[in-house]
Nanobody, 124 residues
């Protein structure tokens, strides 16, 4: 599967963005989808994950209550709604996929496919 992330941009603190990740290929609904981010000078970190049926989600503590992950299997797309943006949310955001219907993965090495990333910059 190939992943294409989009939706990043420059936004003021307190603003919102919706990131999208479009997947090509078959059986999108059989993939667990995750979002990760990498801030300047830092390691890439887990943000959120959603299971194949969209009923199961899990978030990093740092984004709980502000970020919402969702998916539309008919459109082969996963979304990340980001609200109440903070300067520390500035990062390149990556979507990732793993062919699995049983687990919510939070570690990078568990994912097999990665998108190219979309840059989110939050100004104070």
């Amino acid at each position: 599967v190939q992943l294409q992330a989009s939706g990043g941009g420059l936004v003021q603190a307190g603003g919102s963005l919706r990131l999208s990740c479009a997947a090509s290929g078959r059986s999108f609904s059989s993939y667990t989808m995750g979002w990760f981010r990498q801030a300047p000078g830092k390691e890439r970190e887990f943000v959120a994950v959603i299971g194949w049926g969209a009923g199961s989600t899990y978030y990093a503590d740092s984004v709980k209550g502000r970020f919402t992950i969702s998916r539309d299997n008919a459109k082969n797309t996963v979304y990340l709604q980001i609200n109440s943006l903070k300067p520390e949310d500035t990062a390149i955001y990556y979507c990732a996929a793993v062919f699995d219907k049983a687990h919510l993965f939070t570690r990078q090495h568990e994912y097999h496919y990665w998108g190219q990333g979309t840059l989110v910059t939050v100004s104070s």
